[in-house]
């Protein structure tokens, strides 16, 4: 395992998806606006690595013995707009255009249209054969391009694992919007492992219910069509690591909690 051959697999990702979208554009041409953030993470030999496309975000719970605490270890960064660093990215990337991030409706944008600078798929904003009907208007840059707008590249980093080192959360930006970092670890810290993805997802809810001033259970009746305009899709993914089982280089598989906005889930008691 190497950065390189994760690099690569994401590229090869996107070119297949890219030939699909051109294939079926024609008939299906809303097929060139589907993109989704990506974030990966393998363990081999005692190493971590994560590949992140996009704003999700992955979170270490790291045991401080000193003060008996499992504290929250950010392992990824966003690719979104809202940050200066992302901003500053795609200026370098294309200094000739003043609108390649607008800021609309106190939101960075880039091109005013998307918040992520990196992704698979999104092919109309990385493919100007795609930017042009049959493509509904609002999905097309109003001036044509000849550089990528977005990326698929993944930013990678590589690390050993420790002893101290608990459990892994994955997680759309859907959960970050609402739980912080630590808040999150405290939860998977504190509660039985069995459906641990599930109660995140649920505390998150909680919180996006607070904010609307309107209670859980009825934010729970809302039809998934509509609840998008008061939570984004949220998925979960914890792993919790066992170092011995790691360090020896053991196949037996570890503990895997999953939930999915679109109801995918496994290896708990939901």
């Not at 970050?176 to 069995?194: D, F, G």
């Not at 009825?218 to 039809?223: G, S």
Request: proline share 4%.
């Amino acid at each position: 395992m190497s950065a390189d051959v994760i690099n690569k697999a994401f590229l090869a990702t996107e070119e297949d998806f890219l030939n699909l979208v051109r294939e079926q554009f024609e008939t299906k041409p809303q097929i060139a606006s589907v993109g989704s953030c990506c974030l990966v993470g393998i363990i081999c030999s005692g190493l971590l690595y994560i590949a992140n496309a996009g704003d999700s975000r992955v979170v270490l719970g790291r045991l401080e013995k000193a003060f008996k605490e499992v504290k929250a270890v950010q392992l990824s960064s966003e690719h979104n707009a809202s940050f200066e660093s992302v901003r500053e990215e795609l200026r370098s990337f294309h200094p000739d255009d003043p609108q390649i991030v607008v800021l609309r409706h106190n939101v960075w944008r880039v091109k005013g249209i998307i918040q992520i600078s990196r992704s698979i798929g999104d092919a109309y904003l990385k493919k100007p054969e795609f930017n042009r009907e049959p493509l509904l208007p609002k999905f097309r840059v109003p001036n044509s391009f000849e550089k990528p707008i977005l990326q698929a590249e993944p930013a990678i980093s590589v690390q050993k694992l420790r002893p101290e080192d608990q459990f892994l959360i994955f997680a759309s930006d859907g959960l970050w919007e609402h739980l912080s970092n630590q808040e999150a670890v405290n939860i998977v810290n504190t509660c039985p492992r069995n459906g641990i993805a599930r109660r995140l997802i649920k505390a998150a809810l909680r919180e996006a219910a607070k904010k609307r001033e309107m209670r859980y259970s009825d934010l729970k009746k809302i039809d998934r069509g509509v609840r998008r305009h008061f939570h984004d899709d949220i998925t979960v993914i914890v792993l919790f690591l066992d170092f011995h089982l790691i360090s020896n280089g053991s196949s037996c598989r570890p503990l895997v909690s999953i939930r999915g906005g679109a109801g995918v889930s496994g290896n708990s008691k939901y």
